[in-house]
């Protein structure tokens, strides 16, 4: 019996452990592929856990910016937080693995991957492409 070809799609390798224990638990999986991890990245061509792209305007970097420090004071600063929910560094995780980032456009039902990119994910005959 063939493989089951999985993609990934996360804002980073950081993530909260649920969704961490999930991954590996497909990973360590007989019978499933995890073929691609794919980093994904906004409409200005940034990751959405990176730094902003120089072409967004000044509204666009301070609301970044204030939603970059929550997230970290949020993660960072915040102990009870719940297990679940703890930061979890899957970086090793995927180093095996992959990967491309994604650009992201909008579509008739919200974001989409680019043309492009939609093309290279089809060439990939994926069987579940997850968007976490």
């Known amino acids: ?4 070809r999985i993609g990934i799609v996360l804002d ?6 649920w969704i961490a224990a999930m991954l590996r638990e497909i990973r360590d999986s ?9 980093p994904r990245t906004d409409l200005a061509g940034a990751t959405t856990a990176g730094t902003p792209a120089p072409c967004e305007g ?4 301070a609301t ?3 939603l ?6 949020l993660f960072d600063r915040h102990p009870q937080l719940p297990p679940s929910q703890q930061p979890t560094d899957i970086a090793d995780m995927l180093a095996d693995i992959g990967q491309r980032e994604i650009s992201w456009r909008p579509g008739d039902e ?4 680019s043309t492009d990119d939609l093309a290279w994910l089809a ?4 069987d579940v492409l997850l968007d976490l």
């Open 58 to 61: 000044l509204a666009a970097r």
């Open 123 to 126: 060439a990939l005959e994926l």
């Open 110 to 113: 919200g974001l989409e991957p």
């Open 1 to 4: 019996m063939p493989d089951i």
């Open 30 to 38: 007989a019978g499933i592929q995890v073929a691609l991890f794919a």
């Open 12 to 17: 980073g390798p950081i993530v909260p452990s």
């Open 68 to 73: 970059d420090g929550y997230r970290r004071r």
């Open 64 to 66: 970044r910016r204030w």
